[in-house]
């Protein structure tokens, strides 16, 4: 394959059209990841019941919180390949490929020992219900966590330099790998939520392999060589300057879950069960938007190291009307449909009528995701991650964790329902206040 095929310049044509060209294979991969984490849950939900359902929810949470953490520093490297990417600085994109991936291999490596082993203590913390499968769970799942970083660090560089199909396509395969391994495992063998955790590290395995191989095959591009690791000190600092606050904000976010998670598991094994399916059913609903956000990222990272303004402010306000539309649709469909949604993961009615309260109180709020994700996404493109760690912890802890807080003592379990409902709302004028700053307008300080 010719190397321009591997690359795409997002700073020239019709922006909706990049925008549309770039963010489609991210809403794929976006889809294949949600039905990933689902298929654990609605598998385990027929064959296992609400137990693991609830198992799955908690020990998910944590690994969410690691996850978001990898992906928050990814995006740290991320920027900067855009940028250098826009700016024609190919040896300096190279460098910048190098320090990521072989860093976050060593970084996978801490990771893993400190939640295989403290993977009881945890759960302890967070109360689970059913704490016998949340364990098995967690720690086999801790496994995947060296898949998790490679494969994220890999993926940052690609989608860098504009080719978001390839993830798509890696991410399609480990999905169906998940599915049909959770089947053989959970169904065939009853394994247990020890099983969908196997499948699911088996899966990240196959998906990290086949992104190496992707970049090893062209080091004209990526300029990665296992046999000669490379690694730059100021690379390095840069990508954690911008990836720490990204970091910290996803994990602000999947703390202030968990949070909510421990209120919740207060109610119960049905509780916890009923708001592990609607979170899947909400991440699912959110997962076009996040799409559209990181596009949005990557256009705006190449648009302004190539230092054009102004198509940086209408790659903003079109994904905006994408985003504002989409969230519009997806409250209407899930308003409609919670019930039936629903069944799909569980037929025990006390789980199955909390999740679908919890769904349609909780939909609501996608509008307000909408539009800070799209700010989000605008920001972090500029290398502006400390404002999406401000507005971050506005949202999930001084509006999320406080009105948990107030409103469960009021109103009990619809009272926590209603709080992440109400949280997002407050980043949507951060937002706004930012881009009137025009601090974005400045030059990228990416070197």
Not at 214 to 230: E, K, M, Q, S
Request: hydrophobic letters at 55%.
């Amino acid at each position: 394959m010719k190397k321009a095929d591997l690359m795409l310049d997002l700073t020239e044509g019709s922006v909706r059209k990049r925008l549309i060209q770039y963010a489609v294979p991210l809403v794929a991969i976006s889809l294949m990841q949600s039905l990933y984490s689902m298929a654990d849950l609605m598998i385990s939900g027929h064959f296992i019941g609400a137990g693991g359902i609830s198992g799955i929810n908690n020990s998910g949470q944590v690994m969410e919180l690691l996850t978001k953490i990898i992906i928050g520093l990814s995006q740290g490297g991320n920027i900067l390949i855009g940028q250098f990417f826009g700016a024609k600085e190919e040896e300096k994109r190279k460098e910048t490929t190098n320090t990521l991936f072989f860093s976050f291999m060593a970084m996978s490596a801490v990771l893993f020992a400190i939640i295989y082993l403290s993977a009881g203590n945890i759960l302890r913390i967070l109360d689970a219900p059913a704490y016998k499968e949340a364990l098995g769970y967690l720690r086999i799942c801790s496994i995947g966590i060296f898949f998790i970083a490679g494969y994220n660090a890999l993926a940052a560089a690609v989608r860098g330099v504009g080719d978001s199909k390839r993830p798509m396509r890696i991410i399609m395969i480990a999905t169906c790998t998940n599915v049909v391994l959770d089947l053989l495992f959970v169904g065939g063998f009853r394994m247990g939520t020890r099983g969908a955790a196997a499948a699911t590290v088996i899966s990240q395995g196959i998906s990290f392999v086949l992104i190496l191989m992707h970049v090893l095959g062209n080091p004209d591009i990526f300029g990665i060589r296992l046999g000669n690791p490379a690694f730059y000190m100021k690379r390095f600092c840069r990508i954690i300057s911008l990836g720490i606050p990204c970091a910290v904000q996803m994990s602000l976010a999947a703390v202030s879950w968990l949070t909510v998670t421990k209120f919740v598991n207060g109610y119960g094994v049905a509780a916890s069960a009923g708001a592990g399916v609607s979170a899947k059913l909400k991440d699912f609903s959110q997962l076009f938007i996040s799409a559209v956000s990181s596009a949005v990222s990557a256009m705006t990272a190449q648009t302004l190291g190539a230092e054009k303004y102004d198509r940086a402010k209408e790659v903003l306000y079109t994904a905006m009307r994408i985003a504002g539309i989409t969230a519009l649709a997806l409250i209407l469909f899930a308003e409609a449909g919670a019930p039936m949604l629903v069944r799909l993961f569980t037929e025990e009615p006390q789980a199955a009528a909390i999740a679908s309260q919890n769904l349609r109180i909780e939909i609501i709020g996608q509008i307000f995701y909408a539009v800070f994700m799209i700010y989000h996404g605008f920001a972090i493109g500029a290398g502006h991650t400390w404002f999406v760690l401000l507005s971050s912890f506005v949202n999930c802890i001084l509006a999320r964790v406080v009105l948990v807080v107030i409103l469960e003592g009021i109103m009990g379990l619809p009272g926590i329902f209603l709080a992440c409902m109400i949280a997002p709302s407050a980043s949507v004028p951060l937002g706004m206040i930012y881009l009137k700053t025009n601090v974005w307008r400045k030059k990228p300080a990416y070197d």
